[in-house]
């Protein structure tokens, strides 16, 4: 009798729009996806072992560094995965074959048979997947820190910026475009 009254412009997106939408923080941003497993490890009394991202770029520092006070260890690309994803037939028979497995072996599995899924001479793209122990990531932030301080500064000079632009443009970074990591 007491139905709680409908909202007259209520936001609904499709299983399509979700899936496979433009920009992915339109959903969960980085800080959204902290907040809900700060709750599920809450939940859980203690952090999640191991979380596996199949979806491109979750490996970036940023992202990773949100996780930090929730999950010990993260298995995700810092470019796109390919439209097979993960080889999870593989991946569940080892975890059935030796159910015992810690995190640490557990993630070296999942990015051998990833690798070993596509390091075939018929690929013709490259792939990424690594394994992360987020206990590194206080550290990481902190040097990061450091050498935006010193760079800062620098920007300012026309000569030293395009120097720092040529040597990320030099680095190992994917195609896309706003890549920031």
Same mark, same amino acid.
């Given at each position: 009798p007491n139905a709680p009254a409908e909202e007259s412009n209520p936001i609904r997106f499709t299983a399509h729009e979700v899936l496979n939408g433009g920009d992915a923080n339109r959903y969960v941003s980085d800080v959204s #996806?902290?907040?809900? #497993?700060?709750?599920v490890a809450m939940s859980i009394g203690r952090k999640i072992d191991l979380l596996g991202f199949d979806a491109c770029f979750m490996a970036m520092t940023e992202v990773l560094h949100e996780m930090r006070n929730s999950t010990d260890m993260v298995?995700?690309?810092?470019?796109?995965? &390919?439209?097979?994803?993960? &080889?999870y037939d593989s991946i569940l028979g080892d975890l059935a074959q030796f159910p015992g497995m810690d995190a640490s072996t557990l993630s070296t599995?999942?990015?051998?048979?990833? #690798?070993e899924a596509y390091s075939t001479p018929d690929q013709a793209n490259r792939v990424s997947l690594s394994a992360f122990n987020l206990a590194g990531c206080g550290p990481l932030a902190g040097e990061m820190t450091n050498?935006?301080?010193i760079l800062s500064p620098l920007v300012e000079d026309g000569v030293m910026r395009r120097k720092i632009f040529r040597a990320r443009d030099f680095s190992r970074t994917p195609d896309e475009a706003t890549y920031i990591d």
């Amino acid at each position: 009798p007491n139905a709680p009254a409908e909202e007259s412009n209520p936001i609904r997106f499709t299983a399509h729009e979700v899936l496979n939408g433009g920009d992915a923080n339109r959903y969960v941003s980085d800080v959204s #996806l902290a907040d809900i #497993l700060d709750s599920v490890a809450m939940s859980i009394g203690r952090k999640i072992d191991l979380l596996g991202f199949d979806a491109c770029f979750m490996a970036m520092t940023e992202v990773l560094h949100e996780m930090r006070n929730s999950t010990d260890m993260v298995v995700a690309s810092d470019e796109e995965i &390919p439209s097979g994803s993960w &080889p999870y037939d593989s991946i569940l028979g080892d975890l059935a074959q030796f159910p015992g497995m810690d995190a640490s072996t557990l993630s070296t599995v999942v990015v051998s048979r990833f #690798l070993e899924a596509y390091s075939t001479p018929d690929q013709a793209n490259r792939v990424s997947l690594s394994a992360f122990n987020l206990a590194g990531c206080g550290p990481l932030a902190g040097e990061m820190t450091n050498l935006v301080k010193i760079l800062s500064p620098l920007v300012e000079d026309g000569v030293m910026r395009r120097k720092i632009f040529r040597a990320r443009d030099f680095s190992r970074t994917p195609d896309e475009a706003t890549y920031i990591d």
